[in-house]
């Protein structure tokens, strides 16, 4: 159940992606659940997550779990990390917090599409450096991708080209890895590439979480 300072909005029809990216936007901290998922907390203003949920788990799940039923508001970070302790149905547990960028390389990966596809179809990509697969659910031709991408700048056509698979899918890991910071733009200074997916979020429309409309997430 949601705690104190917190509201309840509808989430039907939003995917994780698009659900995170109105979080980052409206800078509010949200804490919601995904179908077989312990309950999941974002924060964006200090860009971190906390869940007992593994990312393994989210990663692996079924197209139509990703795909929230409602979404809790949080006043603050602390309030949201309370309802996920809450959910736990644990009053004792220590809950575990993650960067909040890993949440989003797993949501681009398994949510990604026309946007990302538009915006990293074009241009020419390098990795300097790999993201950490220690800690963040992959596939194996993304780990051949990284190898590719760190000798040197390719499009998400040769990307895909080179271990069979669809340029589509090159361009939504290109996206992921932009999520990490880590992707570099040939032609572009280091560190820069498209302008950050942060950025660009909060510099959408901040009203999507707040004032009359706020439960309309259609």
Same mark, same amino acid.
């Given at each position: 159940?949601?705690g104190?300072?917190?509201?309840?909005?509808?989430a039907?029809g939003?995917?994780?992606?698009?659900?995170l990216r109105r979080?980052r936007?409206a800078?509010?901290?949200i804490v919601?659940?995904?179908d077989g998922?312990p309950?999941i907390?974002a924060?964006?203003?200090n860009?971190?997550?906390?869940?007992?949920?593994?990312?393994?788990?989210?990663?692996?799940?079924?197209?139509?779990?990703?795909v929230p039923g409602?979404v809790?508001v949080a006043?603050?970070?602390?309030y949201?990390?309370?309802?996920?302790?809450?959910g736990a149905?644990?009053?004792?547990?220590?809950?575990p917090?993650?960067?909040?960028?890993?949440l989003?390389?797993v949501?681009?990966?398994?949510?990604?599409?026309?946007e990302?596809i538009a915006r990293?179809?074009?241009?020419?990509?390098?990795?300097p450096?790999?993201?950490?697969?220690?800690?963040?659910?992959h596939?194996?031709?993304?780990?051949?991708?990284?190898g590719?991408?760190?000798?040197? *700048?390719?499009?998400?056509?040769? #990307?895909g080209?080179?271990? =069979?698979?669809? $340029? %589509?899918?090159?361009?939504?890991?290109? +996206? *992921?890895?932009?999520?990490?910071g #880590?992707?570099q733009?040939? =032609?572009?200074? $280091? %560190?820069?590439t498209?302008?950050s997916? +942060?950025d660009r979020?909060?510099?959408?429309?901040?009203?999507?979480?707040?004032?009359?409309g706020a439960?309309s997430?259609?």
């Amino acid at each position: 159940m949601p705690g104190r300072g917190t509201i309840v909005l509808d989430a039907m029809g939003c995917d994780l992606l698009t659900l995170l990216r109105r979080s980052r936007a409206a800078s509010q901290v949200i804490v919601f659940r995904l179908d077989g998922i312990p309950a999941i907390c974002a924060a964006p203003l200090n860009e971190t997550c906390y869940t007992l949920a593994s990312l393994q788990a989210v990663y692996d799940s079924p197209d139509d779990a990703l795909v929230p039923g409602y979404v809790t508001v949080a006043q603050n970070s602390y309030y949201g990390r309370t309802a996920v302790q809450g959910g736990a149905g644990r009053h004792i547990v220590t809950i575990p917090d993650l960067p909040l960028k890993h949440l989003f390389w797993v949501a681009v990966l398994r949510c990604g599409g026309s946007e990302e596809i538009a915006r990293y179809g074009e241009g020419a990509f390098s990795l300097p450096v790999r993201p950490d697969f220690a800690s963040l659910p992959h596939a194996r031709h993304h780990i051949a991708w990284c190898g590719l991408l760190g000798r040197k *700048a390719m499009t998400a056509v040769a #990307l895909g080209a080179a271990t =069979g698979h669809d $340029a %589509g899918e090159a361009a939504i890991f290109l +996206a *992921a890895c932009d999520e990490l910071g #880590l992707l570099q733009r040939k =032609g572009l200074p $280091a %560190g820069l590439t498209l302008g950050s997916s +942060a950025d660009r979020d909060r510099m959408s429309d901040r009203a999507m979480l707040s004032g009359p409309g706020a439960s309309s997430w259609g």
